[in-house]
């Protein structure tokens, strides 16, 4: 079973995991030194996350995709570990991405777009 949630608007937020000084719940801090990147997508995010059942337990696969304006600062995100952070049109915020389970950013230069592509596996599921 596929699990899309698609109230997220258009906005992204990330940042990576190793400027971010305290993680608790789906509050944060990030250190004096971060990187931390807003920005409008020309899409609405839709968050995929699909569920493979082991022996070991549930481990959910995930991936959210955005087209954004092509801007050449964002290759630096593209090795790093990252948070994500997904606010829903209701204002609700959630943390995606931890120290133990990050995401991992793959772009794909266009002309005048740039397609991330934000993919995770984690054994706990993103609830809205």
Not at 17 to 35: C, R, V
Not at 82 to 100: F, H, N, R, S, Y
């Amino acid at each position: 079973m596929i699990y899309k949630l698609d109230q997220l608007g258009n906005k992204i937020s990330f940042v990576p995991i190793s400027d971010i000084a305290t993680i608790s719940g789906n509050e944060y801090t990030l250190s004096k030194t971060s990187n931390f990147r807003s920005i409008g997508t020309f899409n609405d995010l839709n968050f995929e996350q699909i569920p493979s059942y082991t022996d070991a337990g549930t481990l959910y696969s995930q991936v959210l995709v955005a087209y954004v304006v092509n801007l050449d600062d964002l290759l630096r995100y593209k090795c790093q570990d990252l948070m994500v952070i997904l606010q829903t049109v209701a204002g609700e915020v959630k943390l995606w991405g931890t120290k133990d389970f990050p995401v991992r950013c793959r772009l794909t230069p266009g002309i005048t777009t740039m397609q991330l592509e934000f993919t995770s596996s984690s054994p706990f599921p993103i609830v809205f």
